[in-house]
């Protein structure tokens, strides 16, 4: 087993829809024609056709993992039926060594009818195994799947996480030399999940893996390179991972972003980022590792307000809209509203996120005089926050002061 061995070779690949059925049914039937009479002209667009894969190529070898990334419709699941034989691309070539295991469409490859157990034999016999070594496989992929209690009832009553941990245990336990999975794999519950990315990590020395998610930091976990797919066409990251998430993140950033604030109590009036008007301004603030932040803001309240008490939680969330840092004040701050307004200022002394993109979200939570908890709002989005100069491989948000010895 060689480690620097090209195991999938994919060249010009293209791949185009149409966006009407009548129009896509009619094209078919002038392509059969045309293909008939030798005369293919795919690499036109007709009308209401777009691509759905646009001239794509890459190499992969063994010990290496492609992560396909891109916002929804981006072509990757698209992208990786191609490679998996499920659709014919209009152009290109794909070249595959070895075996495939696929995890693609939830209970594809499965035949619904039969069990767990009949349909396990049934991959293993596609897949080239001998009814021995299935034998052999079998219990490790009950085991791997954790459904042994239900293998051999038919697959169409299977839940969807049952139907996840069945394909991912035959396409992982099947001895691949190519592994290709879609974001599929978020359906299985937290434990499977972390189970199926330590098996992928695994398996990465002894395959190629392809693999599409929208998770980042399982993107930057497992793969050693990227592709950024947008409408098609694919950008592709070798062996630089992190500046693919970079710009994937950047992908998400619209150069005006008005401020959402969603409460019955309260209006803004001002908010400031390191004396930069939100309101007046692109709200977009960057700043470098470990620098100052500083929030001041203004908010002014209904005239029959009352309340005792408040509380101000400054959220800062990552693109998947994770929360991956929070500061907010005690709950005994007393109110201190002057003419219905109520300043506030948050000073993060050291901000030690790493770079990246991220958004801030203001919660504005009382307690009435009974002591009665009440949302009063939320100002959502109200600026993305840059930060620049520290680079993190493995996008950990946070970096923690820390003493080694
Ligand atoms: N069979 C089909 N017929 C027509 N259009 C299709 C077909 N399959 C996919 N598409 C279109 O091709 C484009 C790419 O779809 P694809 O499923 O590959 O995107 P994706 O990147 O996997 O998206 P997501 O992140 O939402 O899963 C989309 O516009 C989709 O509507």
């Known amino acids: 087993m060689e480690n620097d061995e090209v195991l999938v070779k994919v060249e010009g690949l293209s791949k185009k829809f149409c966006k009407d059925l009548k129009t896509s049914l009619w094209y078919g039937i002038k392509d059969l024609i045309s293909g008939v009479k030798g005369n293919k002209n795919e690499r036109v667009l007709r009308p209401k056709e777009f691509w759905a894969v646009k001239d794509v190529n890459f190499e992969l070898k063994r010990g290496e993992c492609l992560g396909l990334i891109g916002h929804n419709g981006a072509g990757k699941s698209t992208l990786l039926k191609i490679l998996n034989g499920l659709i014919k691309p209009d152009s290109g070539q794909v070249t595959i060594k070895g075996r495939v295991g696929a995890l693609i469409e939830l209970g594809a490859g499965f035949n619904p009818i039969l069990s767990g157990r009949e349909n396990i034999y049934n991959n293993g016999a596609i897949l080239g195994f001998s009814r021995k070594e299935i034998d052999d496989k079998l219990e490790e992929i009950i085991d791997f799947a954790e459904i042994r209690e239900f293998i051999d009832m038919p697959v169409q009553n299977y839940s969807s996480g049952m139907k996840v941990r069945l394909g991912f245990a035959v396409a992982a336990q099947m001895e691949p030399d190519v592994l290709i999975i879609d974001e599929v794999l978020a359906v299985g519950d937290v434990g499977f999940k972390i189970k199926c990315y ?23 976990r497992v793969c050693t390179d990227c592709i950024l797919l947008n409408r098609g066409v694919g950008e592709y990251f070798e062996g630089d991972v992190g ?3 970079e710009a994937y993140d950047k992908s998400f950033f619209k150069e005006e972003s ?13 908010i400031f980022i390191n004396g930069n008007s939100m309101l007046k301004s692109n709200s977009r603030i960057k700043l470098s590792f470990g620098k100052q932040l500083l929030v001041n803001s203004k908010l002014r309240f209904l005239n029959d307000f009352k309340l005792s008490k408040v509380q101000f939680s400054l959220v800062i969330t ?27 200022n948050v000073n993060i002394q050291e901000l030690n996120l790493t770079s990246n993109i991220y958004s801030l979200t203001l919660n504005v939570i009382g307690r009435t005089v009974n002591n009665t908890r009440i949302v009063l709002g939320r100002v959502l989005y109200f600026s993305e926050l840059e930060v620049i100069g520290k680079k993190q491989e493995s996008y950990a948000p946070v970096i923690l002061n820390s003493k080694w010895g």
């Open 258 to 270: 008005t401020i959402n604030v969603i409460s019955d109590y309260f209006s803004v009036e001002e």
């Open 243 to 245: 500046r693919a998430i």
């Open 318 to 344: 990552d693109k998947s809209q994770r929360a991956v840092a929070i500061a907010e004040n005690e709950f005994d701050t007393k109110l201190k509203l002057i003419d219905n307004v109520i300043n506030f």
């Open 198 to 220: 330590n098996k992928i990590s695994e398996m990465t020395s002894k395959c190629a893996v392809i693999f599409v998610s929208h998770s980042m930091p399982q993107i930057a």
